[in-house]
């Protein structure tokens, strides 16, 4: 079981940084790979990034690619999400994700835990 912790959202002015962290419980999330989602108001939740268990294979989202960084520091079991360049179309509400699987998924679905989520408000 893992459990998933998001912290570090907030209001930012375009053009601005945030780091996002997911902090996780439990023994298999150095074997987890992990995601970040995000889902706006009146719309789905989206995948932004994923990266597998040992940081050694990433994927994006188009609309964040060269703006978004995913990483991971299995010893302190903890996920990060860097976003910088933000841009008022990135507001919503961040969610990480882990699976039981080590390899990288862009599908919600793949998931098996979930955070509560941290709101990420970007002002123009």
């Known amino acids: 079981q893992v459990q998933l912790v998001e912290s570090g959202g907030g209001l930012v002015q375009g053009g601005g940084s945030l780091r996002l962290s997911c902090a996780a419980s439990?023994?298999?999330?150095?074997?987890?790979?992990m995601g970040w989602f995000r889902q706006a108001p009146g719309k789905e939740r989206e995948f932004v990034a994923t990266?597998?268990?040992?940081?050694?294979?990433?994927y994006y989202a188009d609309s964040v690619k060269g703006r978004f960084t995913i990483s991971r520091d299995n010893a302190k079991n903890t996920g990060y999400l860097q976003m910088n360049s933000l841009k008022p179309d990135d507001t919503a509400v961040y969610y990480c994700?882990?699976?039981?699987?080590?390899?990288?998924?862009?599908?919600?679905?793949?998931?098996?835990?979930w955070g509560q989520g941290t709101q990420v408000t970007v002002s123009s």
């Open positions: 990266i597998s268990w040992s940081g050694g294979s990433t």
């Open positions: 994700a882990a699976r039981k699987r080590r390899s990288v998924t862009d599908s919600a679905y793949d998931y098996d835990y």
């Open positions: 439990g023994r298999t999330f150095s074997s987890s790979a």
